[in-house]
């Protein structure tokens, strides 16, 4: 009961203060998180536009990048945060908006790695994107 009362208070005070809103939880590993993305690399293409997305390797199960607009990225790890890591939790876009979970078909919100789906309470992990000189990303959780 202490345990549901902590975590209530921190993804409230997480909404409030408008930063990371994620309800940690102890499925994923905690392991460091240090990516540089070459936006001018052909691979990375869809990433010129908003709306566009690319999966990159690093992370527990991989990492998706979206282009909210001109300047703005979003990264999330692709391990689905109410299971367990195995072959089947590795998230996918699906129509631009949403994260899946492949084994239970979860979503969840690709801007903000809220669950859509009934019943998930843990968000999609997400990772800290910052833009330099506006062809490099790097991801980070430090």
Do not use: W
Not at 39 to 44: S, T
Not at 77 to 99: E, F, G, W, Y
Not at 118 to 133: D, K, M, S, W
């Amino acid at each position: 009961m202490q345990k549901k009362i902590i975590l209530s208070l921190l993804f409230l005070t997480a909404l409030i203060s408008c930063t990371k809103s994620s309800i940690e939880n102890d499925l994923l590993p905690n392991i460091t998180v240090n990516e540089t993305v070459n936006l001018n690399l052909p691979k990375f293409i869809n990433l010129q536009v908003p709306g566009g997305s690319a999966y990159i390797s690093g992370g527990v199960n991989g990492i998706v990048i979206y282009k909210l607009n001109n300047n703005e990225f979003k990264a999330f790890d692709r391990a689905c945060p109410h299971l367990p890591v195995s072959s089947c939790t590795q998230m996918v876009i699906k129509n631009t908006i949403k994260l899946v979970c492949p084994c239970d078909d979860s979503e969840f919100n690709i801007l903000n790695g809220s669950p859509l789906t009934e019943g998930i309470t843990h968000y999609a992990r997400e990772y800290l994107v910052t833009v330099f000189n506006a062809n490099t990303l790097r991801i980070t959780n430090f």
